[in-house]
Structure formats: C-alpha cells, structure tokens
C-alpha cells in the first residue's frame, strides 16, 4: 500500500512539475500577454509567424506595383463594355455594382478615404462647390434657352418623353448610372492612385485621357441624337470620325476641369456636384426645348 502511494504521489508530482515547465515556456513566447485583475490569469497571444512565400494571398502576388494600374484599366473597359450592350435599367444596375466593386478595388490598393476624396474633413468644402456648379450651370442654360439663336443647339431625340421620365433620368439615371460611377472611377481611383505615385499633374493627364475614352462609345450616339449638330457635321464618314474625336477631346477637357475641382476642393463631392450639374441641368433644358 505504501508503495502504491509513493508511486501516485511522484507521479503526480512529476505531473505537477511538467504542467510548470509548460507554463514557463507558454509565458517565455507570450507576447505582450494582458492580464485581468489581481488574481486574473494571463489571456496568451500567441506570436504570428510570418507567412512565406508560398502562403501568400493569390492577389498578393499577383498584383504587383507595376501590374495594378492594368487591373484598374482592365475593370474599366469590362465596365464600359457592359454598359454599352445592355438596356437602360440593366445598366444602371450594373453601374450600381461596378461602383461598389470599384470601392473594393480601391481597398484592395491599399487607398485611404483622403486618397479617394472622400475624407470627412474636406465634406464642406466639396459641397460648396457642388452648390456653386449647379447655380452655374442653371444660369448658362437658362440664357441658352431663353436666346432663339442657341435653343435649337438643346434640342436633342434622346430627351425624356414626360415629367415622369425625366425625374427618373434626372434624380437616378444620372447619378447612378453615371456621376457617381465615373467620378469614383476617374477622379476617385485612377486620380489617387497616379496622384500618390506621379503626383498631382500626371494623375490629372491621365484621368482626364481616360475619361475622354470612356466616351468615345457614346460620341456618335451623341452626334445621331443632336438633329442640330448632326445637320452641321453632315453624313460623311470623315466629318463623323473628327466629330466624335471632338467630343472625345472635349469630354477629356471635361475631365481636367473635373479634376481641377477635385484637387482644390480636396473632395470627390465638388466634381460630382460639377458632373451632375451638367448633365441634370443639361437634361432639364433639352427637355425644355425639345417639348
């Protein structure tokens, strides 16, 4: 009997003495252990062992610096694409999804909300723009209605048939649809991206380019709508060809002054305010002289 107690008793010591020297060495790789009140016990945060190579994320290594911009270029004319082929109300949706991707991408570049534009503390500023842009724009295209010599220039086909339509292309077809995806794009992404590695003037160049681009499918969709234009560049397949390079130059003249406001504004809401301004309004007053 005594042997058989003296036998539990080492055996429990040296089960003793085993859960002590895990403890120790728990405690030797703890790293920066927190502990509760007096009396708590020590919460182990393991130490994270750095990944290899082969652990990798698939997109870590894919997208390199050098390949990123290619990524981004790539989801544009996918986007562009697809916004082409499919009916109004398909394309809004789609335009809606591709918004939200482009967030997604714009994380997965590792781009801030200052990046972006979006940062809380430029919000004011950006929406005294905007404010200014749609007072501008309504007084331009007022005295262009009101003048007989430039109201045939607002006629245009493509304009909303009733009150109704128009406030749906005015208040989500165009936002949805265009301003907020493009200027997420353009002067969200592609502009804060170019901007944290060439600075301010390549990422204005380059937007602005590929914002001129975007529209180089709408142009002649733009030149058949505009039964003024369209009579004033006539049918020929060079005077068509150097009316969408045209509109496409302007669109990336567009596009630099949208930037512009970005830069100063420091926020996205100034050329969105600026964009919608022109379309809306636009819209409005083709309506107005269409009808």
């Known amino acids: 009997m005594r042997a058989c107690r003296r036998s539990r008793t080492r055996a429990s010591r040296a089960r003793a003495r085993a859960a002590a020297t895990r403890g120790r060495q728990r405690r030797r790789r703890c790293v920066g252990a927190a502990r509760g009140p007096r009396g708590g016990t020590c919460l182990h945060l393991p130490r994270r062992r750095p990944r290899v190579e082969s652990e990798l994320r698939l997109y870590d290594v894919a997208v390199t610096p050098g390949r990123e911009y290619a990524v981004v270029v790539g989801a544009i004319v996918v986007t562009g694409l697809a916004l082409a082929v499919l009916p109004l109300t398909a394309s ?5 999804a591709a918004t939200l991707g482009f967030l997604l991408l714009a994380h997965r570049q590792r781009l801030s909300p200052g990046d972006l534009g979006l940062g809380r503390d430029r919000l ?39 009150p109704a339509d128009l406030a749906v292309r005015v208040l989500v077809v165009i936002p949805l649809h265009t301003v907020l995806l493009e200027e997420l794009v353009f002067r969200g992404v592609v502009q804060g991206m170019v901007r944290r590695d060439r600075g301010v003037r390549t990422a204005t160049v380059v937007s602005s380019l590929l914002f001129g681009l ?3 499918g709408s142009a002649s969709s733009a030149l058949d709508g505009n039964r003024s234009v369209a009579g004033a560049v006539g049918d020929s397949l060079v005077v068509t060809v150097l009316g969408m390079v045209a509109i496409v130059v302007g669109t990336a003249l567009a596009g630099a002054a949208l930037a512009y406001a970005r830069e100063r504004s420091g926020s996205l809401l100034a050329p969105i305010g600026l964009h919608w301004a022109a379309n809306a309004v636009g819209t409005i007053a083709t309506y107005a002289a269409t009808r």
């Open 214 to 216: 975007w529209h180089l």
């Open 92 to 96: 809004t949706a789609v335009a809606v």
């Open 124 to 162: 004011r500023a950006g929406a005294w723009w905007a404010a200014a842009a749609v007072g501008a724009f309504a007084a331009v295209y007022a005295v262009a209605y009101t003048l007989p010599a430039t109201r045939d220039l607002l006629v245009d086909e493509r304009t909303p048939g009733s």
